[in-house]
């Protein structure tokens, strides 16, 4: 039988329109009986989609998934500006004519590739110590410096006309950690004279975790029992593919779970600095370690969590 303290893995939640990303944690840290539980990127309280949730050991992962790239299904409304760039802020009509869907299909080119964006007024951001949305809701908001963001994939998939007075276009948006879909919204609005802001907002993909995998909030509860939890928990090391398998011998793994370096004979790669995951005979999970000279060096030391077959 699963003891509920000792469940360790990430969770893959489908975060409902409403609850805070802080909320999902406090609920799985619930339903787990787990203390250490954390999330892979904040969604606003209006968005919906992939949370990862990384609870126990998997905590010590998280590092890694913070530059992981993320995809979206984007509803931008064109017609006013909001105070937030999004539909929970005060919204100004603007007198101007508003885009046709071509328009906006021309629009989006400026926006592809790597591109230069200021974060919302009302965000995370911290300046000088200070949250960007504490001094906006005090009514002192700051102007944020732009910063660099890629937009692999920008894409026109739908166009609503219902309102005419404000039209909507259904994007799908392949992009960098950092980025942010209110912005662009925001940003296309203005190269159009028109004004935008983000009407809903869909996070299909965060990294290696899909939206079609998640479970939803319901699903969740109803798989309170700490054997239902942990069958629905992803490895530890899920997503982290891009670091290669190491297996270790019997000796080595003993030197490693001390935390000490060591050279295994062969088979490593030759790129300075590469990052690995290092397993025991059974495949199980020993470390992430960095290659330094020909030795490796363990970043982050695990015992007795089991991945998939090397």
Do not use: N
């Amino acid at each position: 039988m699963t003891d509920v303290g000792s469940l360790t893995g990430i969770l893959v939640v489908d975060k409902p329109i409403g609850p805070t990303s802080h909320d999902v944690v406090a609920l799985v840290r619930r339903l787990s009986g787990v203390r250490r539980v954390g999330h892979g990127g904040t969604l606003d309280p209006f968005a919906r989609g992939v949370l990862p949730i990384f609870i126990g050991a998997a905590t010590r992962v998280v590092e890694y998934h913070l530059g992981d790239p993320k995809s979206y299904r984007a509803t931008v409304v064109f017609g006013a500006r909001s105070t937030t760039d999004d539909l929970e802020g005060e919204l100004t009509p603007i007198e101007a004519a508003v885009p046709d869907r071509a328009a906006v299909e021309a629009g989006l080119g400026a926006f592809r590739g790597t591109i230069r964006q200021r974060p919302p007024a009302f965000s995370a951001v911290k300046v000088a110590g200070r949250r960007a949305y504490r001094a906006a809701r005090a009514g002192k908001p700051i102007e944020l410096p732009e910063r660099t963001v890629t937009i692999e994939r920008l894409e026109l998939t739908g166009w609503d006309e219902g309102d005419p007075g404000r039209p909507a276009a259904v994007l799908e948006v392949d992009c960098s950690a950092g980025t942010y879909v209110r912005s662009l919204a925001r940003d296309l609005g203005e190269r159009l004279g028109t004004g935008a802001y983000l009407g809903t907002l869909v996070r299909t993909a965060s990294g290696s975790f899909r939206l079609r995998d998640a479970l939803d909030l319901e699903t969740l509860r109803s798989r309170s029992a700490a054997a239902e939890l942990q069958a629905v928990l992803l490895p530890i090391d899920h997503g982290l593919e891009r670091f290669p398998v190491h297996r270790l011998s019997d000796v080595e793994v003993a030197a490693v779970t001390r935390g000490q370096i060591v050279r295994p004979a062969g088979g490593l790669p030759e790129e300075p600095g590469q990052r690995l995951r290092l397993v025991d005979g059974e495949a199980h999970l020993v470390a992430i370690a960095q290659m330094v000279g020909g030795r490796l060096h363990p970043e982050k030391v695990f015992q007795d969590v089991l991945v998939g077959p090397a």
